[in-house]
């Protein structure tokens, strides 16, 4: 019975953190909830104009993402300037689908905070072509 509930332990444990797709999406979510953070702390508390303030939480979050991705869910052990540049590169092209949408929305009577959640998800698919087909794909492992 406890051999069972070991390898049932592994299978879960492989599975939900050894899957590179469900780390990649749990990194995507968490960093999803930091940028809305760091979104409502830059237009509420410091009273940044509403564009500035996304350009500045999405920096800040490509960087510090990269670098999570890189390690944890592609497991390189040292980050390359080459792979920064790639995912900055592909980050532009989800950027530039969130913010165009984060900044449309609100002009449509959606809360800021919301038009944030709904742009992400707009930018997901791009993200995810981007990073397993080209940043973090086979030639670059």
Aim: charged residues 10%; hydrophobic residues 50%; aromatic residues 18%.
């Amino acid at each position: 019975m406890l051999q069972r509930n070991k390898r049932l332990f592994r299978s879960l444990y492989h599975y939900c953190i050894g899957n590179t797709l469900v780390r990649w999406w749990i990194v995507g979510l968490l960093f999803t909830g930091i940028n809305i953070l760091l979104l409502y702390g830059f237009v509420e508390i410091i009273r940044f104009p509403y564009p500035v303030a996304t350009l500045i939480a999405a920096e800040l979050n490509t960087v510090v993402r990269f670098l999570v991705n890189d390690r944890w869910v592609f497991h390189h052990p040292t980050p390359t300037w080459y792979r920064l540049w790639q995912y900055h590169l592909a980050s532009l092209g989800g950027f530039l689908i969130w913010w165009s949408t984060v900044n449309l929305f609100p002009k449509l009577g959606v809360h800021y905070l919301i038009a944030s959640v709904l742009a992400t998800a707009c930018s997901v698919v791009w993200s995810m072509a981007s990073n397993f087909l080209w940043i973090w794909g086979k030639k670059n492992k």
